[in-house]
């Protein structure tokens, strides 16, 4: 009898039986969840880790014939492009104070123009 797996973790033993992939994919699709009294579901942390989503992805929800698919969209909160973007012309000048200034630089080289044509 054969006892190198004893103690061992049992990933290796699947993996070296050449059917974790296979295991996996199976225990995954026979997982089961329950909605809870609002109507909502926790999807185990393996399952979120599989996916790399966390606290607020955005996930599609669609229904394919009879069956529950959740698509995810934006990974986690940190992948929305409009938060990512928000902020990020801090600190420099108003678009106001820039059209004010150019419009005095105008002014100046009206003068000027005006001052040597005559």
């Known amino acids: 009898m054969n006892k190198k797996h004893i103690g061992s973790d049992f990933d290796d033993f699947l993996k070296e039986e050449k059917i974790l992939k296979k295991a996996r994919t199976t225990a995954i699709k026979r997982l089961s969840v329950k909605l809870n009294a609002k109507n909502q579901i ?9 996916l790399n989503i966390s606290a607020g992805a955005l996930l599609r929800l669609d229904v394919q014939d009879g069956v529950l698919v959740l698509i995810p969209l934006l990974h986690s909160k940190e992948d929305d492009p409009i938060k990512k973007g928000y902020g990020f012309l801090k600190g420099g000048s108003s678009m106001a104070d820039d059209l004010k200034q150019d419009r005095e630089l105008e002014k100046q080289r009206d003068k000027r123009l005006a001052g040597n044509s005559t």
């Open 42 to 50: 926790t999807l185990p942390r393996h399952i979120r880790e599989r």
